[in-house]
């Protein structure tokens, strides 16, 4: 198999783990469904609702983008997805050092910030250091830093996003031909890249329920 065909292979692996995603979607999140005694554990599902709607909203139009060869779009996007799947582990984590150590300040405010922060003067939760965060999921899965860091360079209009993409110098008599080069090595990474954020996403977001539950009956045993 070339690595044309390994390509396509890789795009329709991360076309079925979209559509499975995409028919995940939830349309409500009820408080009623929780504990009167907090209203962190709604919180916490309403981070996990958020997410995937988020996650589904970016990785199908980069999967479209990758099958028409847009691959500059696709990775764009695909570091959007990657951005999300580290916030979504960071909130598995927060969820599991709750259950540990039962700061309830703590992980409502964690739980807010995912929600609400703005970067914004003045507002009251501010965004979380977003490569810390990819820093933090590289450490289960090595290798995603260096992937973000590739990517962010194509995200940037630094050489990697532009002459580097765009153009194709002859050596023989140097005329500059433009257009979207198709040979990068970045592209069938960005497949690869976005399937398997994916899964992990998907991971996390069948974790989640059980760390939840677990929060509720915590609050409903105890004192908000």
Same mark, same amino acid.
């Given at each position: 198999?070339?690595? !044309?065909?390994?390509?396509?292979?890789?795009?329709?692996?991360? #076309?079925?783990?979209?559509?499975?995603?995409?028919?995940?979607?939830?349309?409500?999140?009820?408080?009623?469904?929780?504990?009167?005694?907090?209203?962190?554990?709604?919180?916490?599902?309403?981070? #996990?609702?958020?997410?995937?709607?988020?996650?589904?909203? /970016?990785?199908?139009?980069?999967?479209?983008?990758?099958?028409?060869?847009?691959?500059?779009?696709?990775?764009?996007?695909?570091?959007?997805?990657?951005?999300?799947?580290?916030?979504? *582990?960071?909130? @598995? #984590?927060?969820?599991? #050092?709750?259950?540990?150590?039962?700061?309830? @300040?703590?992980?409502?405010?964690?739980?807010?910030?995912?929600? /609400?922060?703005?970067?914004?003067?003045?507002?009251?939760?501010? =965004?979380?250091?977003?490569?810390?965060?990819?820093?933090?999921?590289?450490?289960?899965?090595?290798?995603?830093?260096?992937?973000?860091?590739?990517?962010?360079?194509?995200?940037?209009?630094?050489?990697?996003?532009?002459?580097?993409? *765009?153009?194709?110098?002859?050596?023989?008599?140097?005329?500059?031909?433009?257009?979207?080069?198709?040979?990068? =090595?970045?592209?069938?990474?960005?497949?690869?890249?976005?399937?398997? !954020?994916?899964? @992990? *996403?998907?991971?996390?977001?069948?974790?989640?329920?059980?760390?939840?539950? @677990?929060?509720?009956?915590? *609050?409903?045993?105890?004192?908000?």
């Amino acid at each position: 198999m070339n690595s !044309a065909d390994q390509l396509q292979v890789a795009i329709a692996t991360a #076309r079925g783990v979209v559509s499975d995603i995409a028919t995940s979607l939830p349309a409500s999140v009820d408080p009623a469904m929780f504990t009167l005694k907090s209203k962190t554990p709604f919180a916490a599902v309403s981070v #996990r609702e958020v997410l995937i709607h988020r996650v589904s909203a /970016l990785a199908i139009p980069a999967v479209e983008q990758f099958e028409a060869h847009r691959f500059l779009a696709g990775i764009v996007l695909t570091r959007s997805v990657l951005e999300t799947v580290a916030i979504a *582990f960071a909130v @598995e #984590r927060a969820l599991n #050092r709750f259950l540990r150590v039962q700061n309830k @300040e703590a992980v409502h405010k964690y739980l807010m910030q995912v929600l /609400l922060a703005r970067g914004t003067p003045g507002s009251k939760y501010k =965004p979380m250091d977003i490569t810390g965060l990819v820093d933090s999921l590289d450490k289960k899965s090595p290798g995603i830093r260096q992937t973000y860091n590739n990517f962010s360079e194509c995200v940037h209009p630094n050489w990697s996003g532009t002459l580097a993409t *765009f153009g194709t110098t002859d050596e023989n008599t140097l005329i500059l031909h433009l257009g979207a080069r198709q040979d990068s =090595p970045t592209w069938g990474a960005g497949v690869h890249a976005l399937t398997g !954020a994916l899964i @992990e *996403f998907q991971r996390i977001y069948a974790a989640l329920p059980r760390l939840i539950t @677990e929060m509720d009956n915590y *609050f409903e045993q105890h004192d908000a």
